[in-house]
């Protein structure tokens, strides 16, 4: 934050140019979506490195909606696996040479030759999972360098679809801005999605709904607010951009607590100030050819995205089958 402030001041006396109201309120805009990608306020993000990922080509493509969420994605790669719910590891005992201990809440044992960690970075942070012994210096360096960012969400449904002008019909602009008044406001529901049904083949069964979220300074609102406040902020931010439009009752909504959830704690992760790629490499190497590390926040190339985190997942898969042939022992077979 302090290096475009700088610059953004020494471009404003360089350059013969009135700066109006309305162009700040278009600045605060931009910033805030800069602090909606890295999912955290500008003064705590590497000013350096907070794009560094935009090294290598990016995933290409339309966007797409998971129109039954990303359950189907998880129930499909879970066929086949041994699933144990509601067992939550407290710590991880690596200390023997043969094996490793994972010890959960309730009290159970289990015990590997290989264990692969996806957990959010925020769970990291907390210090839920203890080790022993503890983590090696580069994954405590890696740990400070990356930060757990975070943005909440809030969808919400509406009877009719009073939004369409701004849309394309061809469905290429699904979104539209809204520039907030200060900067203070600057987090707070600045872009809304088009979250509608996409097919008309049955028009009794249309959904109609706006997303959006909250960042930076304002993400806390979620906490701070009940969910049907947080929703009557939204309804008056869509009231603003639409005046001559009386904005419908809802007759749904989400609003996601993430920040709150033991287990989550985060959206995906930033290089805090000070932070390079390099700190992605560091959590993602394994130690001991025992513990492997997958996970978005792993991925130097392409963090903060499902995709990237999947990838990190295939690419751990690939290093424990390595370090089964490299030591010559037979993989385990799934009982």
């Not at 990608?37 to 993000?45: E, F, K, P, Q, W």
């Not at 809030?154 to 520039?179: C, E, H, M, Q, S």
């Not at 290089?271 to 590390?293: C, Q, R, S, W």
Request: aromatic share 10%.
């Amino acid at each position: 934050m302090e290096q475009i402030k700088l610059v953004h001041e020494k471009l404003l006396n360089s350059v013969d140019f009135r700066w109006t109201k309305e162009h700040e309120r278009l600045f605060q805009w931009q910033l805030g979506n800069v602090e909606f990608s890295c999912g955290s306020r500008l003064t705590d993000v590497s000013a350096r490195n907070w794009d560094q990922n935009e090294c290598v080509g990016q995933f290409a493509g339309e966007h797409a909606i998971l129109a039954e969420g990303s359950s189907e994605i998880i129930r499909k790669l879970s066929e086949g696996l041994d699933i144990r719910c509601s067992n939550p590891v407290v710590s991880i005992d690596y200390s023997k040479s043969d094996k490793v201990i994972l010890h959960t809440e309730n009290g159970r044992k289990y015990q590997a030759n290989k264990v692969i960690l996806s957990v959010p970075l925020a769970v990291y942070h907390r210090g839920i999972i203890q080790f022993e012994p503890e983590l090696p210096e580069d994954k405590s360096i890696a740990l400070r360098n990356l930060g757990a960012g975070l943005i909440e969400k809030v969808a919400v449904k509406f009877p009719r679809k009073f939004w369409t002008d701004l849309l394309r019909k061809d469905g290429t602009i699904d979104y539209f801005g809204n520039v907030p008044k200060s900067s203070a406001e600057r987090g707070l529901f600045n872009m809304f999605y088009d979250f509608s049904t996409r097919s008309s083949t049955n028009p009794k069964n249309q959904q109609f709904v706006l997303m959006s979220y909250v960042c930076g300074d304002s993400v806390d609102i979620v906490n701070t607010k009940t969910d049907v406040e947080v929703v009557e902020l939204f309804v008056e931010a869509l009231q603003e951009l639409f005046p001559d439009e009386i904005i419908p009752h809802p007759t749904g909504y989400v609003v996601t607590h993430w920040g709150r959830d033991l287990y989550i704690g985060m959206s995906y992760s930033y290089l805090k100030v000070g932070g390079t790629g390099d700190h992605y490499d560091m959590l993602a190497k394994p130690i001991e050819n025992k513990l492997f590390f997958c996970g978005e926040a792993t991925n130097r190339f392409f963090p903060q995205t499902m995709t990237g985190a999947f990838v990190s997942a295939q690419r751990e898969a690939g290093k424990v089958i390595e370090s089964y042939l490299s030591e010559a022992m037979p993989i385990p077979k799934l009982e």
